[in-house]
C-alpha cells in the first residue's frame, strides 16, 4: 500500500522552462512534506519542504504547493537549468511520528540544453 | 566537511554470509538512520536512533541489527545475508527529527548472490 505517489516515472523540459513534478499522498495525517533531490551515486539532498499548516513554500527557484484537500503537492522549478537533472523524492511525515518518512518512488527530471 | 561517510562502497556477499556497513557523522546530530533503495523503489526506513544509546526498528528491519555505537557511528549489521536484501543501503543523520533535514551518505550497493 503505497501512500506517498509519483505516478511519472520520467519528465523532461527544456532548459529555461517550467519543471513540474507532482506527488500524491492517502494517508490524510501526513502533516509535513519534504522533497530530496538525487544524483546518481550519490544519496539524497533536502531541497525544500511544507507544513501542512501552509499551501506553498518558496526557495529561490523552487516551490513546493500544497493541495490538502486533493491530497496533492508539487514541486515547481522555475526556471529550470540542466543541473537540476536528478530524481526527485517526495516524502511525507505524519504528526507524533518524529523519525519516520515515508518516500515515493521519485520521478527522475531530465532538463535538456 | 565529510558530513556523512559510509563505508564501503561496494561490496558482494554470499548467501549465509555475514558483514557489517559502517556509518559516521561529523555534524554532532542527535538523530542516525538507515534506509534502503530498491530499484524502481523509495527508500525503507530499516532502523533509526533518536539519540546516542536509543535505536528503534523502522518499516523493514527484519533480517537486520543496528548499533549506536556512539554519538557520531551507526552501523548496520546482517547476520546471515540472503539475495533479498540487495540493494542500496543509505545512512542519514539529522539535528534532530526528521522535519529537519537529512543529510545522506553516498551509498552502499551491496550484492548477495
Same mark, same amino acid.
Given at each position: ?36 533531490? !538525487? ?14 499548516? !501552509?499551501? !506553498? ?21 522555475? /526556471?529550470?537549468? /540542466? ?29 535538456? /540544453? | 566537511?565529510?558530513?556523512? =561517510? ?13 558483514? #557489517? ?14 534506509? @534502503? ?11 533509526? %536512533?533518536?539519540?546516542?544509546?536509543? #535505536? ?20 548496520? @549489521? ?7 536484501? #540487495? ?5 542519514? %543523520?539529522?539535528?534532530?527529527?526528521? @522535519? ?7 551509498? =552502499? ?5
Amino acid at each position: 500500500d503505497q501512500q506517498v505517489k509519483q505516478n511519472s516515472p520520467s519528465l523532461s523540459v527544456q532548459e529555461g522552462r517550467i519543471s513540474i513534478l507532482n506527488c500524491d499522498y492517502t494517508n490524510s495525517m501526513f502533516d509535513y512534506f519534504l522533497w530530496y533531490k !538525487k544524483y546518481p551515486a550519490e544519496g539524497p539532498t533536502f531541497l525544500i519542504s511544507i507544513s501542512s499548516i !501552509k499551501d !506553498k513554500n518558496e526557495d529561490g527557484r523552487f516551490t513546493v504547493f500544497l493541495n490538502k484537500s486533493a491530497k496533492h503537492l508539487s514541486l515547481h522549478i522555475v /526556471p529550470s537549468q /540542466p543541473g537540476d537533472s536528478a530524481v526527485y523524492f517526495c516524502a511525507a511525515t505524519v504528526g507524533g511520528s518524529n523519525y519516520k518518512l515515508t518516500f515515493g518512488k521519485g520521478t527522475l527530471l531530465t532538463v535538456n /540544453p | 566537511n565529510a558530513g556523512v =561517510t559510509q563505508t564501503p562502497k561496494f561490496q558482494v556477499l554470499k548467501t549465509g554470509q555475514s558483514m #557489517t556497513l559502517q556509518c559516521a557523522q561529523d555534524m554532532n546530530h542527535n538523530s542516525m538512520y538507515w534506509y @534502503r533503495q530498491d530499484p524502481g523503489m523509495g527508500l525503507r526506513l530499516i532502523y533509526y %536512533s533518536a539519540s546516542e544509546g536509543t #535505536t528503534d526498528k523502522g518499516e523493514v528491519p527484519n533480517g537486520y541489527n543496528v548499533s549506536r555505537l556512539n554519538k557520531r557511528e551507526f552501523s548496520l @549489521r546482517l547476520e546471515s545475508a540472503a539475495p533479498s536484501q #540487495t540493494s542500496v543501503y543509505f545512512c542519514a %543523520s539529522s539535528e534532530g527529527t526528521v @522535519r529537519e533535514k537529512l543529510f545522506f551518505g553516498s551509498g =552502499t550497493q551491496l550484492s548477495v548472490l
